[in-house]
């Protein structure tokens, strides 16, 4: 065998000694460990110990005895195609795992940094991923409405879906909504003690933003309604505490109405 044909099998995944000693059981055969350490130059204990491993990845069997000298053999290489499909499969499920992760990951990169860290999300996954994290963090939340047309009825859905969570974990919110006649409503004006809801409604010709503004622990989300969904996830303790400042101007300054309307 040559060296080419060991640096197959390492590009497959295999160490230099697992190739190695896997090509001389082809070469050869069944073969004794003390045979293919004297082969290899590997030395008797680290020829077991790699047999066992590649016993364990099944590309060798130990086939039977004579007396107590156990012999083994190669499997057929196919084996090892299954194992890069094996692979390839387990990366795949690895980068799902660090993808899901990746915004916390860079917070805390960020954080180091004193940058904020921002994300940008299309459709409606934005709008999921930023409730999740909501429940995830655990405080309450500060929310300046948008309001949802017609034609956006799976977002009232999940705003309900929403609400209901928020509340089994005791999270509450302060809304500041604005209001149009026949604007669709998610939940109730009445209900809102029942949802831990705080809400100042004010007229939609002063506040009629096409963007919805969630402000929750050191972070704000801002979910573009209008034509394609976008959201942008800003995390940063000042740009937070901006908005909040802000939220709590027009929350003071405004004049209530009565009319209802959604968060």
Known sequence: MTLIDEKVLENAGLSPEQ??????????????????????NLGRALTYK????????KLVEKKKTYGRIALFAPTHP????????EKQKLTEQSIATLQSSFGSLSSAYNFLQGKPNVQFFEG???????????????????VISSPINDGRQEILHLIREQIKRQVEQNIKTKAITPIATGQPIATPIEEDEKHLITRKQVPAEKLHI????????????????KETLITVLVESKYIAETF??????????????NKNNSV
């Open 19 to 40: 190739s190695r000693l896997y090509l001389s059981l082809l070469e050869g055969g069944l073969s004794s460990a003390r045979h293919l350490a004297s082969k290899t």
């Open 50 to 57: 790699i047999l066992g491993q590649l016993t364990y990845l």
């Open 78 to 85: 196919e084996r090892l195609k299954e194992l890069l499909h």
């Open 124 to 142: 409606v996954i934005g709008i999921q991923h930023v409730y999740d994290d909501i429940l995830e963090i655990g405080k309450d939340i500060f």
């Open 210 to 225: 096409p963007a919805q503004i969630i402000i929750y622990g050191d972070k704000v989300a801002i979910t573009n309604f």
């Open 244 to 257: 909040r400042i802000m939220f709590e101007y027009i929350w003071e300054n405004d004049v209530p109405s």
